[in-house]
């Protein structure tokens, strides 16, 4: 066996991983997280890159190694090369410095004749590099000044500041050469012989009329023409860039009303523009939400404090910092809606990854060198005109526009009203609001409650409804009726007051082929024989009624909104401008500014789907969609066309098609009797997602463990003691201090006793990775736990899908190791597992598959109650995952409360009980353990449901009647902080024996966690000057829970990333080593 070869070592592993354990590759944990997917793409985009920059290199090395030599360069070509080999290998990226290319070019240029032609060549090439890696002039500033978005949106370009602020000029991007005909066609006649819609016609792609809501956001964030008396209409009232002036106003005082002043927050339910007061219901909604999120997303900032950022802060201070960060997070989530949600429909690729994203640095493209970003931008008048998108209106919308303007102009038809009398109507809807305070405006006769707010599921309605309301067809003849005066005032402001291109003109500025006829332009007779009759030489038409009259575009893939041809080629070049032109969503799109956190938010796509718009519904209306309901995740298409595309992927089973049914009703449980006793009852109420076992079987097998509680607390005591040594490092470079990560060493520590309980197989040295690693492992149990603890929680929706999907991911690994350990056990395996043990004695290291003698008992004890090995897989699993995660939980919250300043004494306590090993010592450890965890407990036990209605009484002789269906909440103070279970029941007692309920409280893991606990505990506590590191325990933020009164926490991992247990997070203590 010693001379095992490479090939029989690869046929082994091959061997071994497909018959044994089929689903090792540890990528599978997070395999379906799209982030991680492109961090893939990234890398081997740098790599194919790095390989270009190492061909470049090698050439540049074979120059200066023909240099060095003789000075005389004998491949002619190489030599003509030398500049771009320069530049290209030295800046290509990937670039190896270790190699000294740079030092060995210098050494050789100040070796050889400053007057010779390769001296001056090579010189130029390094001057043309070393500028190069410098913007100029500088694209980013650190002044506090240029931090934040302007309320006037002015500062983008810090060069230009002015360039695409409020209250500038529109530009213009076409110039204007045909001659304009004296007699134009009266705008009227136009309107009706072109645009009037004489029918309804749905949308070919199934679009619903949210996505046009939608664009009503980004069309009037925009564009706000100027119609103050004696002011001329060229001028915009609304800045350049996609930063939701629309939310947060185009001023400074329009700000200052939308604002609470107060910790960066908004006024509840408040916007900043009065025109969405004339907008379909479902536009005002979409705003709302964007209001929700900002202020979601202020109040994350504080509670995470990332870096400590808010610590010195206070009052006004902190309420500017607050609400610019909160701007810029929710702007780049409303950025990466668009590019993630919104143009994947308008170009039919919702179903793909892909996305276009103009927001990365792209350089070095041949002819062009970088392609600039970060400039800024200014709207042109022209694209004013492109996104009168008034044709895709649907019928729900008709209806209500029909109905509010109608209200405004009583016994009168859309014919009967003058573009004049629509614009003093505006001017005095504008006059009720502009003034008033945003916070009490009346937005579609929608009740506000005592806070402010309107209520969740009248604004769940309005989307739901707008999902399910196919838009009409882009085409001639399809703009309602109402929208005739609108439409004519908007045809003489661009004819008159503009004087913007014709048609022609436009599609040769975008590089398109000019229009030969009015036939080309719109096939339809009707259309353009009318037109011809208007306008006679198809280059006279005006680019108004050119667009709006156009022949569409057919749904294909590549072209989803399906507008006229020459829209569909605008958008997008228009698009580019606004997201590549922004300074905040390229230069200062970072970390930096909008911290880790907020980053997070406004870039991960929602999990279910491609896109973050699900993410917005579900955080701001918790509760009103499922987790994996298509209203929410995919809104912008009609759910028919969702479902035929999701049964296309063959995914369908994952999601939820139905209508969204009324928010489930929670009742949250204050008494420690009421939780006591639903946790116990399961006649009435059933846990979900259910993780029960056999726990009498389980405890049973355990017992047949010879001195299990020694061997236990033996296992934990040396095993945390062996690794503290092994991974704490010095925290000075003199003196006995060292610092460790507790989470590291619970976590480890733990995961090894599941391991060794359970029998599973552990990595080996040499490459054959049969098992798991404890880091692995305790993320593969992590998982699971934390769906079984939040995953019910149905106001969590944009938690869910992720925490579903990797438990399901962890599980099915897990259950092929347990699989395959019992039939070592049972015999049916034990062949093919001693072959691989004695090979893995000579590649992976002694013992790493067989099983110990605590599993051999502990599955012996299981094997022999006569249940079927499936049933036996699912008690261990449940087991394992109910066991493991638990122990960082609780001892996590237990260092934390320990390690208070206030605690000094009660540490000072446990610092001498740990000196001590006797039996009574270590059981007043425990319970002091208990009692530290028990003030300090922030998680709520699983939710319950009723299966039956019932009555349930509650604290101070409350009933609570609790409906089939209902979801029941049992928050840590009622489970642990009842007056009832002392006089003073948050205050820490060292004697107390208050009964404590570890994570999912079964009873094998409360055993062995009673007496894991302390043995590890002991380790750390037994050191002297035991601290808290500077950087502090991990940051905990409350989300939505069942009321006002009730949050759920979760912990914020190093990237960012939020779960309801310690994950992907540290806390490091200091202590002295003994």
Not at 391 to 398: C, I, W
Not at 736 to 749: A, E, H, K
Not at 1027 to 1046: H, K, L, Q, S, Y
Request: charged share 20%; hydrophobic share 40%; aromatic share 8%.
């Amino acid at each position: 066996m010693s001379t095992v070869t490479t090939e029989t070592m690869a046929q082994i592993k091959t061997f071994v991983q497909d018959k044994v354990h089929q689903t090792t590759d540890a990528a599978g944990l997070s395999a379906t997280e799209t982030r991680k997917k492109a961090q893939v793409t990234l890398k081997q985009a740098q790599a194919t890159s790095s390989a270009v920059a190492n061909s470049s290199m090698d050439q540049l090395q074979s120059l200066l190694d023909q240099l060095n030599r003789s000075r005389v360069v004998n491949d002619v070509k190489l030599l003509g090369q030398a500049p771009n080999l320069l530049v290209s290998g030295l800046t290509g990226g990937g670039l190896d410095d270790r190699k000294m290319l740079l030092e060995q070019l210098i050494t050789l240029l100040a070796s050889i004749p400053v007057t010779s032609n390769i001296s001056r060549t090579l010189s130029n090439a390094l001057i043309t590099i070393i500028w190069g890696d410098l913007p100029h002039p500088p694209v980013s500033f650190m002044g506090p000044e240029h931090r934040f978005r302007r309320a006037d949106g002015s500062d983008n370009n810090i060069q230009i500041p002015k360039l695409g602020a409020a209250n500038q000029p529109y530009s213009r991007n076409v110039q204007r050469t045909q001659p304009q005909p004296v007699n134009l066609p009266d705008p009227g006649t136009v309107y009706d012989l072109l645009l009037a819609r004489d029918s309804f016609e749905p949308h070919p792609s199934g679009i619903s009329s949210l996505l046009f809501n939608f664009a009503n956001i980004i069309i009037h964030d925009i564009f706000s023409t100027t119609r103050k008396p004696g002011a001329h209409s060229s001028y915009n009232e609304h800045s350049s860039y996609l930063d939701l002036q629309v939310l947060y106003g185009a001023n400074q005082e329009e700000q200052r009303r939308v604002r609470t002043g107060t910790m960066g927050l908004l006024k509840p339910d408040a916007i900043g523009d009065w025109r969405l007061v004339m907008m379909p219901p479902s536009t005002t909604a979409l705003a709302i939400m964007f209001c929700r999120s900002h202020n979601y997303i202020a109040k994350r900032l504080y509670e995470v404090n990332e870096g400590h950022r808010f610590d010195d802060l206070e009052g006004e201070p902190l309420d500017e910092e607050l609400f610019g960060i909160a701007r810029l997070v929710n702007c780049g989530l409303f950025l990466h809606i668009i590019l993630r949600d919104y143009i994947p429909v308008i170009l039919n690729t919702n179903d793909s990854e892909w996305y276009v994203d103009p927001l990365e640095v792209i350089s070095n493209v041949p002819g062009v060198g970088k392609v600039e970003r970060g400039i800024g931008n200014s709207v042109a008048a022209e694209f004013s005109v492109l996104y009168r998108w008034h044709a895709a209106v649907s019928q729900m919308d008709e209806k209500w526009m029909n109905d509010f303007l109608s209200s405004r102009f009583p016994g009168r038809k859309p014919e009967e009203v003058s573009p004049k009398e629509f614009v003093e109507a505006a001017a005095e809807i504008k006059s009720e609001f502009a003034d008033t305070d945003p916070g009490e405006w009346n937005l579609h006769d929608w009740e506000r409650d005592a806070q402010g707010k309107f209520s969740d599921a009248v604004l769940a309605q309005v989307v739901k409804d707008a999902v399910s309301d196919v838009a009409a067809a882009f085409r001639a003849r399809g703009h309602p009726s109402w929208f005739r005066p609108i439409e004519i005032l908007g045809q003489i402001t661009a004819r008159k007051d503009w004087a913007l291109c014709t048609m022609n003109e436009f599609r040769h500025f975008l590089g398109l082929k000019t229009y030969s006829s009015f036939r080309e332009w719109n096939p339809d007779p009707k259309v353009y024989e009318a037109a011809e009759m208007l306008y006679g030489d198809i280059d006279n038409l005006e680019l108004y009624p050119g667009l709006m009259a156009e022949e569409a575009k057919p749904s294909i893939p590549g072209s989803g909104l399906c507008p006229g041809y020459t829209i569909s080629r605008g958008i997008l070049s228009d698009a580019a401008a606004l997201t590549r032109g922004d300074r905040f969503y390229t230069n200062d799109f970072s970390t930096s500014n909008l911290t880790s956190r907020g980053y997070e938010h406004s870039t991960a796509p929602q999990p279910g789907s491609h896109g973050l718009m699900g993410k917005l519904i579900m955080s701001t209306l918790p509760g009103q969609f499922t987790y994996n309901s298509v209203y929410a995740l995919y809104p912008f298409r009609i759910p028919s066309k969702t479902i035929q595309m999701l049964k296309e992927k063959r995914v369908l089973e994952h999601y939820d098609t139905s209508y969204p049914a009324p928010a489930r009703r929670w009742h949250a449980i204050e008494s420690y009797s009421a939780s006591r006793n639903l946790l116990a009852d399961s006649a009435f109420f059933v846990t979900l997602p259910s993780v029960s076992y056999d726990e009498s079987l389980m405890s049973s097998a355990l017992q047949t463990i010879s001195g299990w509680q020694g061997v236990v607390g033996e296992f934990y005591s040396v095993n945390t003691d062996t690794l503290m040594k092994a991974r704490s490092i010095p925290f000075a470079p003199s003196g006995g201090q060292r610092i460790v990560d507790l989470l590291d060493i619970v976590n480890t520590v733990s995961a090894q006793f599941t391991s060794t309980l359970f029998g599973l197989p552990t990595p080996g040295t040499h490459g054959l990775h049969l098992g798991m690693s404890p880091q692995e492992l305790f993320l593969m149990l992590a998982k699971p736990l934390a769906f079984a603890m939040y995953g019910s929680f149905d106001f969590q929706g944009h938690q869910t899908w992720q925490l579903e999907e990797q438990s399901e991911t962890c599980k099915r690994r897990l259950k092929n190791l347990i699989w395959a350990r019992l039939h070592t056990i049972d015999g049916i395996l034990s062949p093919v597992f001693s072959l691989v043990q004695n090979i893995s004695n000579v590649l992976g290291g002694p013992g790493n598959i067989a099983a110990g003698e605590m599993a051999k008992q502990f599955y012996h004890a299981l094997l022999a109650s006569g249940k079927t090995n499936d049933q036996l897989v699912r008690d261990c699993l449940n087991m394992m995952i109910s066991l493991t995660a638990t122990h960082s939980l609780v001892m996590m919250q237990i260092f934390k409360w320990f390690l208070l300043e206030e605690n000094a004494e009660e540490l000072s306590a446990m610092y001498t009980l740990a000196q001590k090993t006797d039996p009574d010592s270590m059981d007043a450890m425990r319970r002091r353990l208990m009692e530290a965890y028990r003030v300090s407990s922030i998680t709520p036990a699983q939710p319950k449901f009723a299966l039956q209605s019932v009555v349930l009484p509650d604290a101070d002789g409350a009933k609570v009647q609790v409906q089939v269906g209902d979801g029941v909440f049992i928050s840590p103070s009622a489970l642990y902080r009842d007056p009832l279970l002392s006089d003073d029941p948050e205050r820490y007692s060292a004697s107390s024996d208050v009964p404590v309920r570890l994570g999912l409280g079964d009873a094998p893991s409360q055993a062995i966690l009673e007496v894991a606990l302390p043995a590890m505990a002991r380790q750390f506590f037994k050191h002297a000057g035991l601290r808290m590191a500077p950087t502090g325990p991990p940051p905990v933020v409350n989300d939505a829970g069942p009321n006002p009164n009730e949050k759920l926490p979760y912990f914020v991992g190093n990237r960012g990333t939020e779960h309801p247990l310690p994950m992907e997070t540290s806390m490091h203590l200091i202590y002295e080593a003994q």
